[in-house]
C-alpha cells in the first residue's frame, strides 16, 4: 500500500493555495497524491489550475441541491470513489456539518487567513487591520463543526503595516499560506501530527522550535 496521502482538495475560488499544493506535489517535495478537486462553484479558477496539472477535477454546485445534507453527501460521494482519505478546504467557503465531517473524522484541514482565535470568517485581513494589531497570519487546523474552531495544527505569522490595507495585508498572509499548506500536509503525509484534545504535537527529526514562527520548506 502507497505511504503516499490520498488528497482531496475542495475550491470555491482562485485556488492559489491548491496550486501551491500542486506544485509541491508535481515537483516531489510532498508525499501526497492529489486524488482529486472538487469545487463548488463551476467558474472557480481553481478548476483550470487542477486541470492544466492533469488532476481529476468534480463540480458540486450546491445550488443544484435541496438541502445541506444532499449536497454533502454527493461531496462526501466523490471524494470517496477517488480514493480521498484526507481532505484539505483551500479557499472553500462553504461550512460544512457532521454528515460531511463524520466521513473523513479528523481528516479534515483548513487554511484561515489570520491567527486564530482571532478573526475567524469570511474577512479576516480586514478585521486585524481594523483591530489594530501589529501581527497577523495564517492558520492551518483541524476543521470541527464550527466556523474556523478545530484545533491548530500550525501558523505562520506577518507584521501589519501602518500602510497596509486590506488587500496588501492578505496578499502578505496569502505567501505564507503558500508556504504553511504544504509543509503541513506534509506533516501528515509524515504521520508526524498528534493529536491530543484540542493540542496538537508536530514529532519527529524536526520540530517546531521556539521563536521558529514561520515553516521551513517541505523536507521529505
Ligand atoms: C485564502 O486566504 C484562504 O486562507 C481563505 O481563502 C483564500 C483563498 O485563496 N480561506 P485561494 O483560493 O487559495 O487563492
Known amino acids: ?8 482538495v475542495l475550491v470555491s475560488g482562485s485556488g492559489t493555495n491548491l496550486q501551491a499544493i500542486l ?7 510532498i508525499d501526497v497524491e492529489l486524488k482529486v478537486v472538487v469545487s463548488n462553484r463551476p467558474r472557480a479558477a481553481a478548476i483550470q489550475r487542477a486541470r492544466d496539472a492533469g488532476v481529476p477535477v468534480a463540480v458540486v454546485n450546491h445550488k443544484q441541491f435541496d438541502s445541506r445534507e444532499a449536497f454533502e453527501s454527493e461531496l462526501v460521494e466523490v471524494l470517496r470513489g477517488h480514493g480521498v482519505q484526507w481532505v484539505a478546504l483551500a479557499g472553500f467557503m462553504r461550512v460544512l456539518t457532521p454528515r460531511f465531517l463524520d466521513a473523513f473524522p479528523d481528516h479534515v484541514v483548513n487554511i484561515h487567513p489570520a491567527l486564530l482565535p482571532a478573526f475567524p470568517g469570511t474577512h479576516g ?20 463543526g464550527g466556523t474556523d474552531t478545530g484545533p491548530i495544527i500550525a501558523q505562520a505569522v506577518v507584521p501589519v503595516l501602518d500602510t497596509d490595507t486590506a488587500e496588501t495585508l492578505a496578499a502578505r498572509i496569502l505567501q505564507q499560506e503558500h508556504q504553511t499548506y504544504p509543509w503541513v500536509l506534509q506533516l501528515l503525509a509524515q504521520g508526524r501530527v498528534v493529536r491530543s484534545g484540542r493540542r496538537v504535537r508536530v514529532t519527529g527529526a524536526e520540530p ?6 514561520n515553516p521551513p520548506p517541505p523536507s521529505r
Do not use: I, N, W
Not at 506544485?23 to 517535495?29: E, H, I, N, S
Not at 481594523?130 to 497570519?137: I, L, N, T
Open 23 to 29: 506544485d509541491a506535489v508535481v515537483q516531489g517535495r
Open 1 to 8: 500500500m502507497s505511504a503516499r496521502l490520498q488528497l482531496g
Open 208 to 213: 517546531l522550535q521556539f521563536g521558529h514562527v
Open 125 to 144: 485581513p480586514r478585521q486585524a487591520l481594523e483591530h489594530g494589531v501589529r501581527f497577523s497570519g495564517c492558520t492551518v487546523h483541524f476543521v470541527d
